[in-house]
């Protein structure tokens, strides 16, 4: 009877898994469409591709496809057409954009079906040589194998959303692990609060939609490499541990992260098996009994790095030099990126990381956890496999890794959302015990046992009601999420808390919609100081005039698309000149605070306060050995300053750099390096060619220091200068 009760529970909860992955993949998969594409996503998309075609043809381009030759005849056909119009540009079609299938605005059968991430120009050797010194590569490879069957042989998805249905299925696969592996501990109930807490977490549901190349694939293989094992050593089998062996080769071939699950294991292991003493000795029985156990022990770390190295080509030669090299670059982002000091508290502990999970996790999920870390300790590891300890030490050490002294971390906690799982299977056990007490306590009050476990559990349930209605708020950018703990984004902006506003890119997509409707025939279009790769060029109305043509100060009529969050006011001229001085098209905005702007660079929407200039043609200056100092006089707001020099005799500029004070004494510097163009591209590199222009976004100054290697350099040559400042 005893076994048919444990049957019974085991495919109920099967069910209720089941389901309610499916629910998150339904729903995930119905607002694909609302989502950009991560920053990051091109040059890992490109990767996953050549290196998917090398697996499947054993060839380092794509030359023997068929589908790539026409490709590239057509795509040439075009390019000479449109040059020969006069056109702005060239492209093969347009993807509909508000809808996650194949709907391109030419007849199917006429679209070339490769992905427009195998025609970036870059082959297996360019991928080798300048796209393998970080992450790994097995989450590229495996959302390009969706977009191979998806687009490319069934034409069902679109070229870009069909990489992302891996990342979405991965979503729902964990969602549907965390509530068997909850509910199989503590109840049904505790599952679905887990469900809740993990679906709705704000980082979790946004990021789902379009990480697959890195944290969503390794938050889940993590996930599910430590279920494995666990499941592995408390049933005693060794096939769930050959299990974890593949789901460590699959989480480390994606990040190193889950190299920091051993402080997860070995706690727990020791705990466990030290509590089992009657168990495991005598050292022979123990031996002899579980033989297979402790060979598939071996085995699997072994079969999680042959996945990683047998598959990685980047290994196959010189694999010491390049195991030396992608340990240095996760030394470097994990030590190196400054936060500021504010977060360092007491014998180097890094708060950063705490302080930003306190204010972005939806207070329900926060309180939940809190109960259930009170119940875990209450009940001190007792149960029979200790798991509230395996999820305690799941949740504190991603965590604790980056808060060590040390240790950092820079734009939110994205990079070690491994935590999430565990926060939300704690949640779940804060739910159910919460549900408990209340249940208890209305008893007493004689309301009768039936209708006190139903108003328990609608009363939990309702908790969830205000982070529901919160995350259709502000769909599809939840994970810009602060919670009123600090006073959402608006607080989060206020407190200059570091990263605040980063959407790794979700609402380009709402903005090039806006684009495609709105603006007029052969508009430019460019964006900020941002990648252009970020908006698929699929997406882009083909006659819309789309690169790097930012004009500044000289307002040539294009359209700008930036993303605005912590520091975008002060990291390029062009960002400053245009949040200070162009009054904006449109704007997404959560809580109040604009996360993206656009604007047309026309004179039209110049604000009145910018419109009039005055100049000066006989500025004060002197020279020194390491550059130039101006004395305007008076404080001035400042325009430009436009200089000509002799460029003959004297070596060319190597670095540059201007600052800015109003008494000499406290100095700003400005953004970028010389010589650049992207502080105006329309008018090239500066300095060059005898003349150089810099301009200002309106700052401040009586003093100007232009510092200058070598100190000879041409540029320090004046024959002429004006300073433009705005009256």
């Not at 936060?339 to 890094?350: A, H, K, L, R, V």
């Not at 939300?424 to 009768?448: P, T």
């Not at 970020?534 to 294009?558: A, H, W």
């Amino acid at each position: 009877m005893k076994n048919l009760f444990q049957t019974i529970v085991l495919l109920q909860n099967n069910i209720t898994s089941i389901f309610l992955s499916l629910l998150f993949f339904v729903f995930s998969l119905a607002t694909l469409a609302d989502y950009g594409i991560n920053w990051d996503a091109p040059s890992h998309l490109l990767r996953g591709q050549t290196y998917l075609h090398y697996y499947l043809t054993g060839r380092k381009n794509y030359t023997d496809l068929d589908q790539w030759n026409k490709f590239r005849e057509k795509e040439a056909a075009i390019r000479t057409k449109t040059a020969q119009e006069g056109m702005p540009r060239y492209r093969l079609y347009l993807q509909k954009v508000d809808t996650i299938f194949f709907n391109p605005d030419i007849p199917k059968n006429q679209v070339p079906r490769i992905s427009m991430y195998q025609n970036s120009g870059k082959d297996f050797n360019n991928v080798m040589a300048y796209y393998d010194y970080g992450h790994p590569h097995i989450s590229d490879v495996l959302s390009a194998v969706f977009n191979f069957v998806l687009f490319q042989k069934l034409g069902l998805l679109n070229d870009v959303d069909s990489y992302r249905v891996y990342g979405v299925l991965l979503g729902s696969l964990l969602v549907g692990l965390v509530v068997w592996w909850t509910a199989s501990s503590y109840g049904k109930f505790s599952g679905l609060i887990a469900a809740l807490s993990l679906s709705l977490y704000p980082l979790f549901w946004s990021e789902s939609h379009f990480n697959n190349e890195k944290d969503i694939p390794e938050t889940v293989f993590y996930t599910f490499f430590l279920f494995s094992f666990w499941k592995g050593i408390t049933g005693k089998s060794w096939k769930w541990i050959l299990a974890s062996g593949l789901f460590f080769g699959l989480a480390l071939g994606t990040k190193f992260n889950v190299l920091f699950s051993i402080f997860v294991i070995l706690p727990w292991l020791i705990a466990y098996l030290t509590s089992k003493r009657s168990e495991t000795f005598p050292v022979k029985i123990f031996l002899k009994k579980y033989i297979k156990l402790l060979l598939a022990l071996i085995v699997a770390p072994i079969l999680g790095v042959f996945i990683v190295i047998g598959t990685w080509p980047y290994f196959w030669s010189d694999p010491v030099h390049k195991i030396e090299r992608i340990v240095d670059f996760y030394k470097t982002i994990g030590t190196t990126v400054s936060i500021e000091q504010g977060f360092i508290g007491p014998f180097g502990i890094n708060t950063y990381a705490l302080q930003w999970i306190l204010y972005t996790t939806p207070l329900v999920i926060l309180f939940l956890a809190i109960v259930g870390v009170v119940v875990i300790f209450s009940k001190r590891f007792k149960e029979k496999n200790m798991q509230s300890l395996f999820f305690l030490l799941m949740l504190i050490v991603p965590i604790a890794r980056i808060t060590w002294p040390g240790m950092n971390i820079y734009g939110g906690v994205r990079q070690i959302m491994e935590y999430i799982p565990a926060l939300a299977i704690i949640a779940g056990i804060g739910g159910a015990s919460l549900r408990s007490w209340i249940r208890l306590l209305l008893n007493r009050l004689k309301m009768g046992k039936h209708w006190s476990s139903v108003f328990a559990s609608v009363l939990v349930l309702a908790f969830f009601i205000p982070i529901t209605l919160k995350l259709v708020e502000i769909h599809p950018n939840e994970n810009v999420y602060f919670n009123p703990l600090i006073g959402g984004l608006k607080g989060a902006m206020m407190r200059d808390f570091p990263g605040w506003g980063i959407s790794f890119g979700a609402p380009y997509r709402e903005a090039i919609d806006w684009i495609n409707r709105n603006v007029e025939p052969a508009a430019k279009l460019t964006l900020g100081d941002e990648i252009l790769s970020n908006i698929p060029g699929i997406f882009i109305r083909p006659d819309i005039d789309y690169k790097r043509n930012s004009s500044g100060y000289l307002r040539q009529g294009e359209y700008v698309i930036s993303l605005r969050f912590d520091g975008t006011n002060r990291r390029s001229y062009f960002d400053m000149y245009l949040d200070r001085m162009i009054k904006p098209l449109y704007e997404i905005s959560v809580d109040g605070v604009p996360i993206l702007r656009i604007w047309k660079n026309d004179k039209t929407y110049l604000k009145p306060e910018w419109e009039n200039e005055g100049v000066l043609d006989d500025l004060k200056f002197t020279k020194s050995d390491n550059g130039i100092s101006f004395d305007i006089g008076q404080q001035v707001k400042l325009s430009r300053l436009e200089m000509e020099y002799d460029d003959s005799n004297c070596p060319e500029l190597s670095w540059g750099y201007l600052m800015l004070s109003r008494d000499g004494q406290v100095w700003e510097r400005t953004p970028g390096v010389l010589p650049e163009e992207v502080r105006i591209r329309t008018l090239g590199i500066q300095p060059a060619n005898g003349k150089f222009i810099e301009p200002f976004a309106g700052q401040v100054a009586r003093y100007i220091n232009f510092f200058v290697s070598p100190g000879n350099t041409c540029v320090t040559q004046i024959k002429s200068l004006k300073l433009y400042y705005f009256i």
